[in-house]
């Protein structure tokens, strides 16, 4: 469960030959390996149910589920894809669908009065609006104690917000929940990447991601849906945390510093992502403009080319060419085009100080060892 999770990712899609969407998907591996022809879905489901952890439950609908979802994206299974899918989902959940967080109801309270604080509303009035009866029969303060699992805070927060005045008031229409599944996809990413969902949905896409089926799917588009030349999975893994291209836009914000001399945080947004219209420039704009003499572009040229870092083309533009070609020049050395994002994670769910990286090499590890499980040694 995250809470303002501010969800950074786009979708790209295109009609690639199949060999050719095959290098570029396996390409993220450290090395070239099991870049064969798509397999037959019983054969993926096979090695999938090889590769998967001892610990896993229901194995079979984890590896049908896992097969349909890249079939129907035409994403390649190799072998380094398939190993990605299972670490994240190890990782995140432990082949659980919707796994039980604990002290949830206490967490979702405290978020609750955090709110409640922020917008100058008394604790009593909070209070006496839990005690109101839910459409279940039972108090939402009764609910939301018991909630164990994020779909069950999820139901609770649904119908607050549509029963209770007071709900609205405190989370508007959107529903605090915003991660969901056993792979902890934005549920925001999932509606605005609904199109081609192969299964028919009854209720809602928020429905869905709470289910092994939606979960795995989005999961899998947000980790493996678009075409990015990394040279290890682990800046993949980094992505999935941060948002597509978070890594190799943090490589982007280092040779920026290094070329204009100013320090900046290397955490992907190369434009403010809470900016409206007329707002001043980040650090990370204004950095890029204290070089439009060497770069030969304008301060609107600059922020037309910042704003395309959210897409693949990006790398390819004038702007990051040019910033590139510059730091280098200054350090007479080649710079890497991919750096781990440097984002302090936050959620009412952690406890301690947990960083992007640190859950890019956790699953990076598991990874590793999905990948001796095939036989293939990795560097």
């Given at each position: 469960?995250?809470?303002?999770?501010?969800?950074?990712?786009?979708?790209?899609r295109?009609?690639l030959?199949?060999?050719l969407?095959?290098?570029?998907?396996?390409?993220?591996?450290?090395?070239?390996v099991?870049?064969t022809?798509?397999?037959?879905?019983a054969h993926?489901?096979?090695?999938?149910l090889r590769l998967?952890p001892s610990?896993?439950?229901?194995?079979?609908?984890?590896a049908t589920d896992i097969q349909?979802a890249?079939?129907?994206?035409r994403?390649?299974?190799?072998t380094?894809n398939?190993?990605a899918?299972l670490?994240v989902t190890?990782q995140e959940?432990?082949?659980?669908?919707d796994?039980?967080?604990p002290?949830?109801?206490?967490?979702a309270?405290?978020?609750?009065?955090?709110r409640?604080?922020a917008?100058?509303?008394?604790?009593l009035?909070v209070?006496?609006?839990l005690?109101?009866?839910?459409p279940?029969?039972r108090?939402?303060?009764?609910r939301?104690?018991?909630?164990r699992?994020?779909r069950?805070?999820?139901?609770?927060?649904?119908?607050?917000?549509?029963?209770?005045?007071?709900?609205?008031?405190?989370?508007g229409?959107?529903?605090?929940?915003?991660?969901?599944g056993p792979m902890?996809?934005?549920?925001?990413?999932?509606e605005a990447?609904a199109?081609?969902y192969?299964?028919?949905?009854?209720?809602?896409?928020?429905?869905?991601?709470?289910?092994?089926?939606?979960?795995m799917?989005?999961?899998?588009?947000?980790l493996?849906g678009?075409?990015?030349?990394y040279?290890?999975m682990?800046?993949?893994f980094?992505?999935?945390?941060?948002?597509?291209?978070a890594?190799?836009?943090?490589?982007?914000?280092?040779a920026?510093?290094?070329?204009s001399?100013m320090?900046?945080a290397?955490?992907g947004?190369?434009?403010?992502?809470d900016?409206?219209f007329?707002?001043p420039?980040?650090a990370t704009?204004?950095?890029v403009?204290?070089l439009?003499?060497?770069?030969?572009?304008?301060?609107?040229?600059i922020?037309?080319a910042l704003?395309?870092g959210?897409?693949?083309?990006f790398?390819?533009g004038k702007l990051?060419l040019?910033?590139f070609a510059?730091?280098?020049r200054?350090?007479?050395?080649?710079?890497?085009?991919?750096?781990l994002?440097?984002i302090?994670?936050k959620s009412?769910?952690?406890?301690r100080k947990?960083?992007?990286?640190?859950?890019?090499k956790r699953?990076?590890?598991?990874w590793q060892?999905?990948?001796?499980?095939?036989?293939?040694a990795?560097?």
């Amino acid at each position: 469960m995250t809470f303002n999770l501010a969800d950074n990712s786009f979708r790209v899609r295109g009609c690639l030959p199949a060999w050719l969407l095959a290098l570029l998907l396996a390409g993220c591996a450290s090395q070239p390996v099991d870049l064969t022809p798509s397999h037959s879905p019983a054969h993926v489901r096979a090695e999938l149910l090889r590769l998967m952890p001892s610990s896993a439950r229901d194995r079979v609908d984890w590896a049908t589920d896992i097969q349909v979802a890249l079939t129907a994206q035409r994403i390649v299974p190799s072998t380094p894809n398939l190993c990605a899918v299972l670490a994240v989902t190890e990782q995140e959940s432990g082949f659980q669908v919707d796994p039980v967080v604990p002290g949830l109801g206490r967490i979702a309270r405290q978020e609750m009065d955090r709110r409640a604080v922020a917008q100058h509303i008394p604790g009593l009035l909070v209070d006496a609006a839990l005690w109101l009866k839910s459409p279940d029969g039972r108090r939402y303060s009764e609910r939301l104690a018991a909630a164990r699992t994020e779909r069950q805070l999820s139901d609770i927060f649904q119908d607050f917000i549509g029963m209770v005045p007071l709900g609205r008031r405190l989370f508007g229409e959107l529903n605090p929940v915003h991660t969901a599944g056993p792979m902890q996809v934005s549920i925001a990413f999932a509606e605005a990447h609904a199109q081609g969902y192969p299964y028919p949905v009854e209720g809602t896409m928020r429905d869905e991601v709470f289910s092994r089926r939606g979960g795995m799917y989005f999961g899998i588009t947000h980790l493996l849906g678009y075409l990015a030349d990394y040279p290890q999975m682990l800046y993949r893994f980094a992505d999935f945390n941060s948002g597509w291209y978070a890594s190799r836009n943090a490589a982007f914000q280092q040779a920026v510093s290094m070329a204009s001399g100013m320090p900046l945080a290397l955490d992907g947004d190369l434009v403010r992502p809470d900016a409206s219209f007329g707002d001043p420039p980040g650090a990370t704009e204004l950095a890029v403009r204290s070089l439009a003499g060497p770069l030969q572009m304008s301060d609107s040229a600059i922020h037309r080319a910042l704003l395309q870092g959210e897409q693949q083309d990006f790398a390819a533009g004038k702007l990051y060419l040019r910033i590139f070609a510059l730091a280098e020049r200054a350090k007479g050395r080649s710079l890497p085009r991919a750096v781990l994002p440097g984002i302090t994670l936050k959620s009412p769910k952690i406890t301690r100080k947990l960083t992007t990286a640190w859950f890019a090499k956790r699953v990076d590890e598991r990874w590793q060892r999905c990948m001796r499980r095939a036989g293939i040694a990795q560097p």
